[in-house]
């Protein structure tokens, strides 16, 4: 599934998740722990893979285009299991999650 998200409010989501997220994802994934950094905005691509995310310059951090939302489902997920309150910006509605 395609999506667009802001820079600023994915570095915001991966900001709030809880310490050892990256691994839990890394591992509930079957993918690499740099490889989900660069989902975040991460640039070790010698450890990591790039994971089809596209950026847009812009306000707001620019634009992330995302080929596959599966990590993005996943930390939401992490987020709503810790209790996480987190507004995420749709258009211009705010959608809790």
């Known amino acids: 599934m395609n999506r667009t998200i802001s820079f600023n409010e994915l570095r915001k989501i991966k900001d709030s998740l809880?310490?050892?997220?990256?691994?839990?994802?890394a591992d509930e994934l079957n993918l690499d722990v740099e490889t989900v950094r660069n989902f975040f905005g991460g640039s070790n691509f010698k450890e990591?893979?790039?994971?089809?995310l596209?950026?847009?310059?812009g306000?707001?951090?620019?634009?992330?285009?995302?080929?596959?939302?599966t990590?993005?489902?996943l930390a939401l997920k992490i987020l709503k299991e810790?209790?996480?309150?987190?507004?995420?910006?749709?258009?211009?509605e705010l959608v809790h999650t």
Not at 60 to 69: Q, R
């Open 82 to 92: 810790h209790n996480i309150n987190h507004r995420e910006e749709v258009g211009e």
């Open 71 to 73: 990590v993005l489902e």
């Open 48 to 52: 990591g893979k790039s994971v089809g």
């Open 54 to 57: 596209h950026t847009e310059p």
């Open 18 to 25: 809880p310490s050892g997220s990256m691994h839990r994802i």
């Open 59 to 69: 306000p707001d951090g620019g634009l992330v285009m995302l080929d596959d939302t």
